[in-house]
């Protein structure tokens, strides 16, 4: 008897992803980082600025510097960072993305989350969004864990596929709007779609084969995922 085939797994990232840019949490997230910084670690505005510039280079994520560099409490800055952002203010339930989600055929594709956030943003931003009950499982950045992995490394993927319960690549779909982030899922040998939200400019080399600008549109690419075929 020959073994059962996988069941496909779609990976959704989350910021700036499942919501619009519009909504300016990154904004807001990076001023409370360097108010973080400033303020807890007594840094000035310039050396502030040239140690986010700095952690922009060398790391996925401002908190892999700031553990490496100042071995900083995480809980610590989680409070004082994502916890503090005013998401409540910002975010607004999407009951198109609800319904999208919704008519995808989970008996051919499992929905997993996939995000270099900490887990309490990201179930925060869930819940705000009215999706929350829709995905079987959350892989994300765990600060807590030493050292630090973050998209785009590639431990990062394989850690998504073992919380996933997956271990065929070619199982993998992700859409995520990162450019680095797709790119470095096409090198794990997953199938990648670059989310370039309507109103940005496409980039001039591709980061995966697929790209979309409304979530609409994998309907179109994977019709075979949703209930209602196109």
Same mark, same amino acid.
């Given at each position: 008897?020959g073994?059962?085939?996988?069941? &496909?797994?779609f ?10 840019r519009d909504?300016q ?12 910084? %400033?303020?807890?670690?007594? =840094? ?5 600025k040239?140690?986010?510039? #700095?952690?922009?280079? !060398?790391?996925?994520? @401002? ?12 809980l610590?800055?989680?409070?004082k960072v994502? %916890?503090?952002?005013p998401?409540?203010?910002? *975010?607004?339930?999407?009951?198109e993305? %609800?319904?999208?989600?919704? @008519? ?5 594709? =499992?929905?997993? *989350? ?6 309490t943003?990201? !179930? ?23 050292? *630090? ?5 590639? !431990? ?6 073992? !919380?996933a319960?997956?271990?065929?690549a070619?199982?993998?779909?992700f859409i @995520?709007?990162?450019?680095n982030?797709c &790119? ?14 309507e109103?940005?400019?496409?980039p001039n #080399? ?9 979530f609409?549109?994998? %309907? ?7 209930k209602?075929?196109?």
């Amino acid at each position: 008897m020959g073994s059962i085939p996988e069941t &496909a797994h779609f990976f959704f990232d989350i910021d700036n992803c499942l919501y619009t840019r519009d909504y300016q949490v990154e904004e807001r997230m990076s001023d409370l980082i360097s108010s973080y910084v %400033k303020n807890q670690l007594g =840094k000035s505005p310039e050396e502030t600025k040239r140690l986010r510039e #700095k952690y922009k280079e !060398e790391y996925c994520d @401002d908190i892999q510097g700031l553990v490496h560099d100042f071995q900083i409490n995480v809980l610590d800055y989680n409070s004082k960072v994502d %916890k503090a952002l005013p998401l409540d203010g910002l *975010i607004k339930p999407d009951p198109e993305l %609800k319904r999208l989600l919704e @008519d995808i055929d989970t008996t051919k594709v =499992k929905l997993w *989350i996939f995000t270099n956030s900490y887990v309490t943003h990201a !179930e925060r931003v869930l819940n705000l969004l009215g999706v929350d009950g829709l995905f079987e499982g959350l892989t994300y950045c765990d600060w807590q864990q030493q050292p *630090i992995i973050a998209k785009p490394q590639g !431990e990062m993927y394989q850690k998504a596929m073992k !919380e996933a319960g997956v271990s065929n690549a070619s199982q993998c779909y992700f859409i @995520d709007d990162s450019w680095n982030n797709c &790119a470095a899922a096409e090198e794990m040998g997953w199938t990648a779609i670059h989310f370039v939200e309507e109103g940005l400019s496409l980039p001039n #080399k591709p980061a995966s084969k697929h790209h979309v600008q409304r979530f609409e549109e994998l %309907k179109l690419l994977f019709p075979h995922f949703f209930k209602h075929e196109q």
